[in-house]
């Protein structure tokens, strides 16, 4: 028999505990702080996907979010269940995607950046005056409620996000591994040098850029049936955008563990800064310049430069050696 | 709504005149663009920082807005070298995804800071002149948009004799044309990018006034305003001063025009200028008057 290897059993493990959370009785305000880190972890990781490994920065996250999240709110007022509009978000954003891939691939470097920043803003304004189903009701602007929802437990959100943090892992982790990630990395590299050794650039974009969109669309999908409202300017707030930005670039961008840390610190961040308002944006700005200036690798680079991880790779190494050998 | 050409004459007429306003506004984010070739992103955020210093410098100080200027472009001409000298250039050779990064720090900082000190209510540059009007023919224009037309054009004028007949204007320009030559002939490309990011800023104060005079503001109006000089900039093509001034006036056009032949629908005038960005960006990346 083939034995798994030790840190492939270590993070089923770290899973399991995790998903038993809810059932052993771990107070609710942990539950809470996991959720919001599971979810901006799922956001990281596919915007590491896109900036860190496909050199695309893309700044259009908050489209994908606010898509899928009025896929679903829009879906339940007329009779669909959540559970498929959480799927039916995903879809709708990875489809919003593909739509504007032809022209957005046409723009390099800058321009791309600059093109998917307006795209949300687009949104933002069409949601502000499009209200397909349901009276206006005041000061609300264009928002609505996501209905049916009332009986779902913080437990099953949490599970929700786990298995969408989860999946975004294992997915980049795959991802990397295949044909995929190496045509990806060559594209990051030299985008001509790839091209003419044979990468079909725009199919690989393409595919990264859609599995980021429906990955991000479920994550935002999953954070809506959290909290269950959505208007124009919370849909496609730029803070869907900063968060996995800020998550990737403090942990360390192009590594696998890198949103992992910066996912950590960020939830860390918020719920700290929570009472602080305005300032709270302040100070991480700052931490954000702070750590472009002074490690643009991000943490994991800067433990990867010390050598941080030579020590439980060998303790690791150590321990597969004598359970081979028992 | 009929479409007749007395009614087309004030949608006309305001479009351009509002296009002074993007030009100002866009003019540093041109110039930062031209020189390094990196996009502040930031920018929106640092005109409206502009308008709140004005809005600062009125209520405590009880200056005009335009006088205020005078403590502001020194101002922000410091504040610009220093940013420039001490984050950009020191990201900016790691690489272009840092700068870029760095600038949006620049820019959440500049909208926590506002919001911390002034609250994230619409405010607006309350002067008695503001809201005069005047009459041309049929049509009645409002001052503060002949104001911006005319801070468009001083602005513009101004920057592009500097870069034309000043020994600084020429080093900005060559090495924004060619860094490494530039730098053979003794430039020092450092000090080019931080007085061309100083130079950028001091627009983002005349712009910051102009723009506050013109519509109310609050923390959150930056980025819209990064999106329209953006799109200024590639209407009007690259290290063009006068290229720019013509796409500020299309993108003032796009907008009034837009809302004019919709019937005034809101969701015309809110998307179009938009839509035109983004079009003009998926069709021709470089601008449509840029090599």
Known sequence: MKIPRLTTLASVAVLVVLALFPVIGVPLSWLNYLFTFFIYLALANMWNLLAGYTGLICLCPHAFVGLAGYTLAIGTWVGVPFQAGLIAGAAVAALFALIISYPVFRMKGIYFAIGTLILPEVLKAWFNFWRPVGNAYQGMGAGYSVKGVAGVTLGDTYWLALAIAAASIFLVHIILRARLGLGLKAIRDNENTAASSGVNIFRLKLSSFLIAAFIMGLAGAAYFIFSPRIQPTGGFTISWLLLPLMATVIGGEGSEEGPIIGAAIVTFLRFLLADYGAWSLLIQGIILLVVVVVMPQGIAGLLRQVGAYRFPQKLFQAAEGKIRKA | MEVTLVGLAGPLIKGILLGGLYVVIALGLSLVFGV????????????????????????????????????????????????????????????????????????????????????????????????????????????????????????????????????????????????????????????????????????????????????????TSGPPFLIISFGVIILGGLGSMAGTFIGGMIFGLTQTLGAYLSGGSMLVQAIAPYLLVFVVLSIRPQGIFGR
Not at chain 2, 85 to 101: E, H, M, Q, V, Y
């Open chain 2, 36 to 219: 390094m070739k990196l996009i502040n992103v930031g920018h929106g955020d640092l005109v409206i920082l502009g308008s709140y210093f004005a809005l600062a410098a009125m209520t405590w100080l009880g200056m005009d807005p335009f006088l205020s200027l005078v403590i502001g472009l020194p101002l922000f001409f410091g504040l610009g070298f220093l940013v420039q000298k001490f984050i950009i250039n020191r990201t900016f050779r790691i690489s272009l995804d840092a700068a870029l990064i760095a600038t949006f720090g620049i820019s959440i900082i500049v909208q926590g800071l506002v919001q911390a000190r002034f609250t994230a209510f619409g405010m607006s540059l309350a002067t008695d002149y503001r809201l005069l009007t005047f009459d041309v023919g049929a049509v009645t224009i409002p001052l503060r948009y002949l104001l911006d037309f005319i801070g468009g054009l001083a602005v513009m004028i101004a920057l592009r004799e500097f870069l034309r007949r000043t020994y600084l204007g020429r080093a900005i320009s060559a090495a924004s044309q060619n860094e490494p030559v530039a730098e053979r002939m003794g430039i020092n490309p450092n000090r080019v990018y931080s007085f061309a990011f100083a130079i950028a800023m001091a627009c983002a104060a005349v712009a910051g006034v102009l723009q506050g005079l013109t519509f109310s503001f609050q923390p």
